[in-house]
């Protein structure tokens, strides 16, 4: 069954509109998930390190004020895309390290976010 | 940049067929990770091989591990229609729990 659950899996809303894209650790608590954007055809680039009851480590080039991460519980994670625009449109994935920091990860299935 | 690289980019083949991807690092790796990713979905964990390990076989997959050239390679053997997907290989820094994803391969495999 699924480790992770990643809720919406899509969303199309108007430019300027916030959106909250949730991840939920379904099988164990999850001191650090992590935060994906994928374009068209591309890999994955890491957005964001997210730690339970901290501040999130943001990579290099990504707004944390246009991304804000949640992480205050032990199973879920939330982004919010604040003030989308149509260059926001992607597809974002988070990720559940294991018990201890051990690999693999596990992946959720996604958000499609569209900005009209 | 950090990312890896996979090639070929794309692949076609034939049911019954093998196909074989390869990855190139850049940095001193923990172990290396291959995912597969079917359009539109999340990532699926194939196999992991630990920077002390050369081969590892898993089913119909066989994945190798070259440290002295920062590469990889991802074999499936026998290949199936439901093969067809975008594949992924990952190598976490010796540092942190953060995976570096390649470029990716999108195997076509036609029935």
């Known amino acids: 069954g699924a480790v992770v659950s990643q809720h919406p899996s899509r969303v199309i809303c108007k430019s300027g509109t916030s959106v909250k894209i949730e991840c939920r650790s379904l099988?164990?608590?999850?001191?650090?998930m992590f935060w994906y954007r994928q374009f068209p055809k591309q890999s994955l680039m890491l957005m964001a390190t997210?730690?339970?009851?901290?501040?999130?480590?943001?990579e290099q080039g990504v707004e944390k004020d246009k991304f804000l991460i949640n992480h205050a519980s032990l199973t879920l994670s939330t982004l919010t895309v604040t003030s989308a625009h149509p260059e926001d449109s992607s597809f974002y994935i988070c990720?559940?390290?294991?018990?201890?920091?051990?690999?693999?990860?596990?992946f959720g299935d996604g958000t499609r976010l569209s900005i009209l | 940049s950090q990312q890896g690289e996979e090639d070929p980019q794309a692949l076609s083949i034939q049911e019954g067929e093998n196909a074989t991807m390869n990855c190139s690092y850049k940095?001193?790796?923990?172990?290396l990770q291959w995912y597969r990713q079917n359009s539109g979905r999340g990532l699926v964990h194939l196999i992991l091989?630990?920077?002390?390990?050369r081969e590892k076989h898993s089913g119909r997959l066989r994945v190798t591990l070259d440290t002295s050239k920062k590469s990889s390679s991802l074999l499936i053997t026998a290949s199936r229609a439901a093969d067809t997907a975008s594949y992924f290989c990952?190598?976490?820094?010796?540092?942190?729990?953060?995976?570096?994803f390649g470029t990716g391969t999108r195997l076509q495999v036609f029935p």
């Open positions: 990720s559940v390290v294991g018990t201890g920091g051990r690999q693999p990860q596990h």
């Open positions: 091989i630990r920077s002390n390990e």
């Open positions: 940095t001193s790796i923990n172990n």
């Open positions: 099988d164990f608590q999850a001191t650090t």
């Open positions: 997210s730690n339970e009851g901290s501040k999130a480590t943001y």
């Open positions: 990952a190598t976490d820094n010796q540092d942190t729990d953060k995976l570096i």
